[in-house]
C-alpha cells in the first residue's frame, strides 16, 4: 500500500493556475480519479484532449518528478476517505454548527497539508536544524505566531532560536549569520516581500535558508534551500489565511520540533528538564 498522497488536494489547489491545456488535464483527474490512475500520459493527453506532452508538463509545473508520481499520490488519495469540502460560517448560525465547520476546516487543513508534506526534505530539513548555530524564524503578520511558536519551542531544547517580525530587527539579526547558521521564512502566500528580503539578505550571507509556504511556486521558496509546504485550500470570507493558515503552519512547526526532539532524543529529555526546574524555581516563594 502506497504512503504517497496529496496528488487529489495539490491538483485541486493549482488547477486554476495552470496553463489551459494543463487545467484540462488536471480537471479531468479530477473528475476521473480512479480511471486517470490506469491511463499512460498519452492515454491520459487523449482522454483529456490535449496531449502526452502536456501531461508531463503538468506533472512538472505542479512539482511532480514524473506522471508515475502523480498517478501514486492520487491512488494514495482514493485508499482513505474523500476529502470534505471546506465550509464557511453563514449569517446568524447556531454556535454548534459554527463550532462543527471550525473543527472541520481546522482537521481537513491539517490533513491536507501532512498529505502534501514531502518527509524527503522534512528530513534535509532535520538534518540542518539540529546542526545550526543558531536558527532565526521570520514571520509577518498571522504568520508570526508560528515564528514565535518556534522560537519558544526551539529554545526549550537549547537552540539559539529567536524570532522577528520587524523587518529592520531582523535584518541586524541576518546580517551576522553565515554559513552555519539557518533562517526559516514563514509566509502563507509565498510572496511577502518582507519575508522575502531577509531570506535574500541570508542567501547573501551564506546561512542556510527554509521556507514554510503555501504548495506551488514563489518568490521565497526560490530562495530556500529547502521548503515546506502547507495546504493552500482556497479562503472563504472567514476562513482567511489568519485561520487556515495558522493551523497549518503551526502543525508544520510542530512536525520540525517533534522530529528534531526524537533525533537527539537524549539530549531533548535533559533539556526539557532543565527548562522544568528553571519554571518551578521561578515560582517558588
Known sequence: MT??????????????????????????????????????ALMLGQKSETSSA??????????????????????????????????????????REIIDKVTSNTLQTIKDTVDILDVKELEQAISILREASSVT??????SYIAAIDAEQ??????KNAQAFSDLHMAATSVANK?????????SFSG????????????????????????????KINELSDLSLYTSAAKEATFRSGATSSRIAQLHVI??????????????????LDETREAISFIKED
Open 54 to 95: 502536456a501531461v508531463i508538463r503538468m506533472c512538472k509545473s505542479l512539482g511532480f518528478k514524473s506522471f508515475q508520481e502523480l498517478k501514486l499520490r492520487v491512488a494514495g488519495d482514493l485508499q482513505v476517505e474523500s476529502s470534505t469540502e471546506y465550509r464557511d460560517i453563514e449569517p446568524n448560525e447556531s454556535n
Open 254 to 271: 510542530d512536525i520540525l520540533f517533534m522530529c528534531l526532539a526524537s533525533a537527539q532524543y537524549e539530549e531533548t529529555i535533559e533539556h
Open 137 to 142: 524564524f521570520v514571520g509577518f503578520g498571522a
Open 191 to 218: 510572496n511577502t516581500v518582507e519575508v522575502e528580503k531577509v531570506l535574500r539578505l541570508a542567501k547573501g550571507k551564506g546561512a542556510k535558508t527554509i521556507s514554510i509556504t503555501k504548495y506551488g511556486k514563489s
Open 153 to 158: 519551542k526551539f529554545v526549550r531544547i537549547n
Open 3 to 40: 504512503h504517497l498522497k496529496g496528488g487529489l488536494v495539490i491538483l485541486k489547489e493549482m488547477a486554476d493556475h495552470l496553463p489551459p491545456s494543463e487545467q484540462k488535464i488536471a480537471n479531468y483527474i479530477l473528475k476521473n480519479p480512479e480511471a486517470s490512475i490506469m491511463l499512460t
Open 178 to 186: 553565515g554559513k552555519e547558521d539557518v533562517v526559516v521564512g514563514i
